[in-house]
């Protein structure tokens, strides 16, 4: 398979959510016939959803991969177990030691069990938006435009970069 370029979302505000992103960021870097191109500033963000819990710390990563999406979504779900995210349908947005999100792969649009592309309400989540704006300003979402384009009808103000 030819290497696709791919995006996940990334968020926590468990523990130090902060020191997890990061360990995130080389675990991703470490899947097989996976590379790390880019990795995001840390955004503190405010929850989303469900919004009495704490801020959330939420980055991007741009990854080459050569792993099919559901592969890639497994591995990404793998990594979130080894970092003690339990998921449960009950509490959707609730508070989470790691959150990982498979944003876009490629041009690709899916709608299946567990899997869904690009995914659903990116273009809604100025959370999401930021972090990959950083990263790839010109990707575009399948079905919604460019990235940036998507981000400038969202209100970013409550959204800050850690230091």
Known sequence: MN???AFVGL???VG???ATLRAAFGELEALPST???RASRLYRTPAWGL?????FVNAAAMLETALPARELLAHLLAIERAHGRERDADRRWGPRTL???LLLYGDAVL???GLHLPHPRLHERAFALMPLAEIAPK???PGVGPVAEALAKLPTDSISVLD
């Open 3 to 5: 290497p696709v370029v």
């Open 11 to 13: 968020g926590g505000n």
């Open 16 to 18: 130090d959510a902060a």
């Open 35 to 37: 590379r790390l191109l």
């Open 51 to 55: 919004e009495d819990q704490p801020d």
């Open 99 to 101: 959150d990982l999100d």
């Open 111 to 113: 709608d299946e069990a």
């Open 139 to 141: 990707a575009t979402i």
